[in-house]
């Protein structure tokens, strides 16, 4: 089992930059991938970046790749997302999960533990 809790989100100007994080507890945390979603208003939830166990291998979606950076601190059981060059589009709740089974399958019925979220909001 693993909790998640998400921070670090909040209201940004266009071209902005936030770091979100992710603490995670539970014994499976450190055989778990993690990933990072994102779902906006009327919208359906959308896998933005993925992270394998040993950070070796990560994975974007097209919408953010080249802007986003995941990584993660395994001693510190915890997973962050550098977001810069924020954009309006950006702006959704965003939410961390773990125990996907493999980093890259970013649909979101791939993955089994879920934080409750964090606002980020670009003007």
């Known amino acids: 089992h693993v909790q998640l809790v998400e921070s670090g989100g909040g209201l940004v100007q266009a071209g902005g930059s936030l770091r979100l994080s992710c603490a995670a507890s539970?014994?499976?945390?450190?055989?778990?991938?993690l990933a990072w979603f994102r779902q906006a208003p009327g919208k359906g939830r959308e896998g933005i970046a993925g992270?394998?166990?040993?950070?070796?291998?990560?994975a974007y979606a097209d919408s953010v790749k080249g802007r986003f950076t995941i990584s993660r601190d395994n001693a510190k059981k915890t997973m962050f997302l550098q977001m810069n060059s924020l954009k309006p589009e950006d702006t959704a709740m965003h939410y961390c999960?773990?125990?996907?089974?493999?980093?890259?399958?970013?649909?979101?019925?791939?993955?089994?533990?879920w934080g409750q979220g964090t606002q980020v909001t670009v003007s």
């Open positions: 992270i394998s166990t040993s950070s070796i291998g990560t």
């Open positions: 539970g014994d499976r945390y450190s055989g778990s991938p």
């Open positions: 999960a773990a125990n996907g089974g493999a980093y890259w399958r970013l649909s979101p019925t791939d993955w089994n533990y």
